[in-house]
């Protein structure tokens, strides 16, 4: 099944289209993630009303791409700056930036670019082993594992959110409810529409998306002091032999992208956890001489290949179940969808063609990003120089064009600045932005499924417990909101304590 998706995905990948955008979309991500404040998810975002045109395996080789380009991008400012362009590239300033300063920028972002693509590729090992045989396993989930499943997604979102568990679960609970807006599949009623035709299919996730996190992040980074501040850096040209470099910790590049498989696999935990988690597992593991913190190869090894590791194993739950691991795969479950297509078994069995494509333009964008990155870095420094005052206009004009040519709509426009109010609104709050998309990503599945299982069992709400896949999973969400509840207040108590010991 595995080989036969494959092969059949191949001709669907080798067409000049799908392989261009695929490298295309790899550059493009490389910038996004060098740029501070923008990153993979915000590339994506900007590109998916222009992605949502293309055939679908095209379509989703420059998503995956852009993904894949900008969760090392983020590697070359904080090495050149220090600025990391991405969260995910944080952990990479701790030697990466010191190499920098002794004298081995080219090194240290050849390095960097290097184990990202060797950890993505793990990656892509993981997601094609992984992926079919999740796929085949939830093939015989009925209604109430779906709902039980969407749950755990929910949960496990807002639990490990880095704000608090109260922030997180609201924030689905707002997406959720998001998600009812439009005509009810069941009873072909109208909710929450105020008698508009416009919102009977209710919000665009694209117009949503775009607001929340584009309209939201330029309008917080037209706060920031640097607006016309023009970066003074040095150009930074890598050579091939960063990958010989790179293998010569073949140990720690091994051990640091299957932690970052294995986190990514885990919804919500994300790449920078897997990061921070590799750089503090290699650095325990190293000798003395090796001193991290100070500039070691081995630390931006670990942090890198992580990183990009992690893309792959936040792709397997996506596809073989519709649960997102973060707000990026959630986008694209979401560009899937729009496409017409619905990620989990029915995917696998019914267009293996679809999923052996994507399975081959991931490899793919982890083999462009080894070559294109080390070739083209010195054009991502130049980037690195423009203003923020330039760049945010630019951003902006982006956003408006490609969701009004989502419908020809203006409509969507005034719900993208709709939601890049609430985005603000959230973001001063301190409330996390990624619970809202999985919850309008989630919800549809969530609520269909419950509905579904209540009219099987005639409103009977044992049929969750009397299947037991279903009751597993449900056991499985009481001790995640059990762990997180608890984690919380012990937090809380620690923070008191110290309180109480500094008076």
Same mark, same amino acid.
């Given at each position: 099944?595995?080989?036969?998706?494959?092969?059949?995905?191949?001709?669907?990948?080798?067409?000049?289209?799908?392989?261009?955008?695929?490298?295309?979309?790899?550059?493009?991500?490389?910038?996004?993630?060098?740029?501070?404040?923008?990153?993979?998810?915000?590339?994506?975002?900007?590109?998916?009303?222009?992605?949502?045109?293309?055939?679908?395996?095209? =379509?989703? +080789?420059?998503? &995956?791409?852009?993904?894949?380009? @900008?969760?090392?991008? !983020?590697?070359?400012?904080? /090495? *050149? #700056?220090?600025?990391?362009?991405?969260?995910?590239?944080?952990?990479?300033?701790?030697?990466?930036?010191?190499?920098?300063?002794?004298?081995?920028?080219?090194? =240290?972002? +050849?390095?960097? &670019?290097?184990?990202?693509?060797? @950890?993505?590729?793990? !990656?892509?090992?993981?997601? /094609? *082993? #992984?992926?079919?045989?999740?796929?085949?396993?939830?093939?015989?989930?009925?209604?109430?594992?779906?709902?039980?499943?969407?749950?755990?997604?929910?949960?496990?979102?807002?639990?490990?959110?880095?704000?608090?568990?109260?922030? @997180?679960?609201?924030? !689905?609970?707002?997406?959720?409810?998001?998600?009812?807006?439009?005509?009810?599949?069941?009873?072909?009623?109208?909710?929450?529409?105020?008698?508009?035709?416009?919102?009977?299919?209710?919000?665009?996730?694209?117009?949503?998306?775009?607001?929340?996190?584009?309209?939201?992040?330029?309008?917080?980074?037209?706060?920031?002091?640097?607006?016309?501040?023009?970066?003074?850096?040095?150009?930074?040209?890598?050579?091939?032999?960063?990958?010989?470099?790179?293998?010569?910790?073949?140990?720690?590049?091994?051990?640091?992208?299957?932690?970052?498989?294995?986190?990514?696999?885990?919804?919500?935990?994300?790449?920078?956890?897997?990061?921070?988690?590799?750089?503090?597992?290699?650095?325990?593991?190293?000798?003395?001489?090796?001193?991290?913190?100070?500039?070691?190869?081995?630390?931006?090894?670990?942090?890198?290949?992580?990183?990009?590791?992690?893309?792959?194993?936040?792709?397997?739950?996506?596809?073989?179940?519709?649960?997102?691991?973060?707000?990026?795969?959630?986008?694209?479950?979401?560009?899937?969808?729009?496409?017409?297509?619905?990620?989990?078994?029915?995917?696998?069995?019914?267009?293996?063609?679809?999923?052996?494509?994507?399975?081959?333009?991931?490899?793919?964008?982890?083999?462009?990003?080894?070559?294109?990155?080390?070739?083209?870095?010195?054009?991502?420094?130049?980037?690195?120089?423009?203003?923020?005052?330039?760049?945010?206009?630019?951003?902006?004009?982006?956003?408006?064009?490609?969701?009004?040519?989502?419908?020809?709509?203006?409509?969507?426009?005034?719900?993208?600045?709709?939601?890049?109010?609430?985005?603000?609104?959230?973001?001063?709050?301190?409330?996390?932005?990624?619970?809202?998309?999985?919850?309008?990503?989630?919800?549809?599945?969530?609520?269909?499924?419950?509905?579904?299982?209540?009219?099987?069992?005639?409103?009977?709400?044992?049929?969750?417990?009397?299947?037991?896949?279903?009751?597993?999973?449900?056991?499985?969400?009481?001790?995640?909101?059990?762990?997180?509840?608890?984690?919380?207040?012990?937090?809380?108590?620690?923070?008191?304590?110290?309180?109480?010991?500094?008076?």
């Amino acid at each position: 099944m595995l080989i036969d998706s494959i092969l059949s995905g191949y001709g669907l990948f080798m067409t000049p289209m799908a392989i261009g955008l695929t490298l295309l979309g790899v550059l493009f991500g490389l910038v996004v993630g060098a740029l501070p404040g923008l990153g993979p998810l915000m590339g994506i975002i900007l590109l998916l009303p222009v992605a949502i045109g293309l055939p679908p395996v095209a =379509a989703m +080789g420059f998503l &995956i791409a852009i993904f894949v380009g @900008g969760s090392c991008g !983020g590697s070359i400012s904080a /090495i *050149l #700056l220090p600025i990391p362009g991405t969260p995910l590239a944080a952990a990479t300033l701790f030697d990466g930036y010191p190499m920098a300063k002794k004298g081995r920028a080219s090194d =240290a972002i +050849g390095i960097a &670019i290097s184990a990202s693509a060797i @950890g993505g590729l793990f !990656g892509g090992v993981v997601l /094609i *082993l #992984l992926a079919p045989a999740l796929a085949q396993f939830a093939s015989n989930f009925a209604p109430p594992e779906y709902a039980a499943l969407a749950v755990t997604g929910l949960i496990a979102i807002a639990v490990i959110s880095k704000e608090s568990l109260l922030k @997180g679960l609201i924030a !689905g609970c707002f997406g959720l409810l998001i998600a009812t807006i439009g005509t009810d599949e069941f009873s072909t009623g109208y909710r929450f529409t105020f008698d508009s035709h416009h919102m009977l299919n209710g919000f665009h996730i694209v117009a949503v998306v775009v607001g929340l996190f584009a309209i939201s992040e330029m309008a917080y980074q037209t706060m920031s002091d640097d607006l016309i501040k023009k970066p003074e850096i040095e150009i930074a040209r890598p050579g091939f032999g960063s990958i010989f470099l790179t293998l010569k910790h073949w140990k720690n590049l091994l051990r640091s992208s299957t932690i970052g498989a294995f986190f990514g696999t885990l919804p919500g935990a994300g790449g920078v956890i897997s990061s921070f988690t590799s750089y503090a597992v290699a650095k325990a593991s190293a000798g003395p001489d090796e001193k991290y913190g100070e500039g070691a190869e081995g630390g931006v090894v670990a942090t890198e290949s992580a990183n990009n590791s992690t893309v792959g194993g936040t792709l397997v739950p996506s596809l073989a179940l519709g649960i997102p691991g973060d707000a990026s795969s959630a986008v694209l479950i979401g560009a899937l969808l729009i496409l017409g297509f619905f990620p989990g078994p029915t995917l696998f069995e019914q267009q293996p063609e679809i999923v052996g494509g994507i399975f081959l333009v991931y490899l793919a964008s982890n083999i462009f990003l080894l070559i294109a990155g080390i070739l083209a870095t010195p054009l991502f420094v130049y980037v690195l120089r423009i203003p923020k005052a330039y760049l945010i206009p630019i951003v902006l004009l982006l956003c408006c064009i490609g969701t009004y040519a989502l419908q020809a709509s203006v409509f969507d426009l005034f719900v993208m600045l709709g939601f890049g109010i609430v985005g603000i609104l959230f973001r001063a709050a301190n409330y996390p932005l990624s619970p809202i998309v999985i919850g309008i990503i989630l919800g549809p599945l969530l609520e269909n499924n419950l509905r579904r299982s209540l009219l099987i069992s005639d409103n009977g709400y044992w049929i969750f417990l009397d299947r037991p896949i279903s009751a597993i999973l449900i056991i499985v969400n009481i001790i995640l909101i059990a762990g997180a509840v608890w984690f919380a207040l012990r937090g809380k108590a620690h923070s008191n304590t110290a309180l109480m010991d500094k008076h």
